[in-house]
C-alpha cells in the first residue's frame, strides 16, 4: 500500500501538482470525506486508486487566435481536461472566464467525475474552457473567439468521446457558435455539445436543470426533516443561469427569494423578487448584458458594492456564482443569523473551513458535487434524446430531473447518514467514488 496516510497522499499530489491550489482543495474535500470508508476497504488502497483517480486521463492546452472588432490579433489560451472516462464519454462544461487556469480547470473536471456518477448516468469525467472574457465583447467578436476555439477542439470531442457544455461565461449564445462551427469541419450533426437551443437539437428544461435541480436537492433535505421551502426566505449569489432558475422554482415553492449578485455587488430586496422582478433580471443579464445594481436603481432598494449576499438574514442560502464565495467568517455569521439550510448551485463555493462550520452546526448542507447535477444529468439526457432522434416533453424531463435529485439525494442519506444526522459531503464523495473506482478495476491498469 504505497500511502499509510491522507497526509503523505496529499503530499505526493502537491509536488505533482505544484501550485494548483484549487484543485489541491478539490482532492483534499474527497479524500478526507472518503478515506475512513478506504481504510474499511483497503483493496482500494492497494491498487492505488487515489492516485489513478486524480491524473486525468488527458490534458490539453491550446493557442486561440481571434481578430476583435478593430482587426487586431488577440490570444488566449484553451484548454479541456479529459480527466476520467471510466463509466462513460468525457462530459462537463467549459468556462469561459479571465480568471480560467490549469488549477481550476482540474478542480472542476475532478468533481465532475463524482458529480456524474451521481446523476446514475453513464457519464465521465471532463472540464475545459479558456481565459476569454466575453464581457464587452461584441457578438461578433465572441463568434470569432468560439470559431477558433472550437477549430481546434473539434479535432478533440465528439458524441461518443468527449461532449462540453457550458458553465460560466457560456451560454446558449457561445453553444450555437462553437456547435456551427463543429458541424463546419466535421460535416457531421451529432449531440456534441449540450445546451443546444430547441430547434437544433436541444432539451427542454436544460436552461431550467441546474438552478431548479439545487432547489429539489434543498427541498428534499429539507423533507428528511419534516420541513419544506415554503414560506422560507432564501438568499442566492449570482445572477446568472443557474442563479435566475433556482429562484423561479424557490418562488414556485413558496420561498421568498431576497437577494442576486454579480461581480461587481449584490441587491438586497426585502419584499422578495417576485416573477416580474426576474423576469427584469432575466432580460437585464441574458439580453441586456447589464449589472445587477440597475435591479436597485429600478426597483429601490438596496444595493451593496463589492459585496456577497451572506450577512442578509435568511432561512436558506443558495450559493450560485462562483468557487470559495463563502468563506469560515460567511459561515459564522450564516449561521449566527439563522439559516438552516445551504444548498450549492455553484461548484465549491464554501472554502474548507466553511463546511466544517456547517457540518459541527448540523446545517443541511448539500455539497455542489449533488446539489447542483441537475443541470449535467440534463445534459445527459439531452445526449439520449439526440441518440434517439427525438424530444421528450417538458413535463417528461422535468419528471425525469425530479427523480434524479432523489436518487442522488437518496445516495448521500445511504452513505453519510450516522446517528441520525446526514453528512451530504461524504454521502455524496462515497457514492460517487464507488461507482467509478469499481469501473476503474474492473477495466484493469488503462
Ligand atoms: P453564468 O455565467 O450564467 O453566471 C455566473 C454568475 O456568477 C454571474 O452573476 C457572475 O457575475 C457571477 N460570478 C462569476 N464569477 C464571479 C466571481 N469571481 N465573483 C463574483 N461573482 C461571480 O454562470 P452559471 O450560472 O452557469 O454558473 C454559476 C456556477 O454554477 C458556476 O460555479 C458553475 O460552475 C456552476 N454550475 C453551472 C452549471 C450550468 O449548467 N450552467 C452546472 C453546474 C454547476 P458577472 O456577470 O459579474 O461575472
Redesign the pocket.
Known sequence: MKYQTIDQFLENLKSRNPGEIEFHQAVYEVVDSIWDFLKDNTHYLHSNILERITEPERVLMFRVPWRNDNGDVEINRGYRVEFNSAIGPYKG?L?F?P?VNLSILKF?GFEQIF?NSLTTLPLGGGKGGSNFDP?GKSDNEVMSFCQSFMTELSRHIGSDTDVP???????GREIGYMFGQYKRIRNEFTGVLT?KALNWGGSLIRPE???YGCVYFAEEMLKNNNDSLDGKKVII????????YAAEKVIELGGKVLS?????GTIYDPEGINKEKLAFVMNL?NIQRG??KEYSDKYNCEYYENS?PWHIKCDIALP????N?INEKDAKTLIKNGCICVSE?????SDADAINLFLSNKILFGP?KAA?????AV?GLEMSQNKMFLNWSRNEVDTKLQNIMKNIHGQCVEYGTNKKFTNYVKGANIAGFIKVADSMLDQGVV
Open positions: 462544461g468556462r472566464h480568471s472542476l458529480k464581457k457544455a457550458g458553465d460560466i461565461g457560456v451560454g445546451g436543470a441546474t438552478g449569489s449570482g445572477s446568472g443561469n443557474v442563479a435566475q442576486f449578485s454579480d461581480s461587481s443579464k449589472r445587477i456577497r450560485c456564482a462562483t468557487q464565495e448551485g455553484a461548484n465549491m463555493p455542489g447542483n447535477a441537475g443541470g449535467v445534459s
